[in-house]
């Protein structure tokens, strides 16, 4: 992979990042590299052959929100925080991008949702939650997946994850480990009043319609991003560009994150 033009994020919340970012960007800077440092995207000049997601995995959520829907390529760095989508830790960086320039890295491709409602559109590389608003939380939906209805319930609210995002809010939830290159949407109710409803791996081309029966508020990967009143609906399937993650010889793979994040024997 050709890379002479590098977009250095890192994260605000984070003040002890900013000394890392600006060593990293140093050495980049000595190896030839063109190089921009900041927290927010778009960064100055013209388009980068590599974002460097500095940071945990919200580093690179917001990262890959803020570029979709290009899809340039995102090395996540960890520094601090939780590392599933990490590549590397910033003590490796240095042998990381000897490693992406060599050509010995891979590109995966992951999915996203787009999430559209009445007034709002919007992406997530994780989730998208339909759950109840400010200190009510109980919200009641009727979701359809492709033509058919699945029902209407009550209870906390529902997710859309990709498999990605199984290992996130929808594993807290109850919901299954999916390997994240799979072509599959995962539903997850949240709390339902039915005990009989469980997760649904369903094929990725269909397009999930949750009608709010009482108002209901959407967030994209934890992000708040529309209002639902009774009676409208938000669609959600999966989204025409994808987020780009490097991957690495070094990367660990999906079952030694497992045992690593999770505590497995």
């Not at 800077?29 to 590599?50: H, K, S, W």
């Not at 609210?157 to 290159?181: D, E, F, N, R």
């Not at 999930?208 to 209901?216: F, L, W």
Request: aromatic residues 4%; charged residues 20%.
């Amino acid at each position: 992979m050709e890379v002479r033009r590098v977009w250095l994020v890192y994260s605000s919340r984070r003040p002890e990042a900013a000394g890392q970012a600006g060593a990293l960007a140093r050495w980049c800077e000595r190896e030839g590299l063109q190089v921009e440092v900041g927290t927010e995207l778009p960064l100055p000049g013209p388009q980068p052959d590599l974002v460097v997601a500095l940071g945990g995995d919200g580093t690179v959520l917001r990262t890959a929100a803020a570029l979709y829907p290009q899809e340039i390529p995102i090395l996540p760095v960890l520094f601090g925080g939780v590392g599933f989508l990490s590549a590397v830790e910033a003590a490796g960086f240095e042998e990381a991008l000897a490693a992406l320039r060599a050509g010995r890295a891979q590109v995966e491709r992951r999915a996203r949702l787009l999430a559209q409602g009445p007034g709002f559109s919007a992406t997530a590389l994780n989730e998208v939650a339909v759950v109840g608003p400010g200190q009510q939380r109980f919200v009641e939906l009727t979701v359809a997946v492709g033509a058919e209805s699945l029902g209407t319930f009550g209870g906390d609210g529902v997710l859309l994850a990709t498999p990605t995002g199984s290992t996130a809010y929808a594993l807290a939830a109850g919901g299954p480990i999916l390997a994240p290159t799979l072509p599959a949407l995962l539903l997850v109710p949240l709390n339902p009043h039915k005990l009989g409803l469980r997760p649904v791996v369903m094929p990725e081309s269909l397009e999930v319609r949750v009608r709010a029966e009482r108002q209901a508020l959407i967030l994209a990967d934890g992000d708040p991003i529309g209002v639902l009143s009774r009676g409208q609906e938000l669609r959600v399937r999966r989204a025409p560009k994808d987020t780009l993650l490097v991957r690495l010889p070094q990367t660990p793979s999906l079952f030694a994150r497992l045992r690593e994040k999770l505590g497995w024997p």
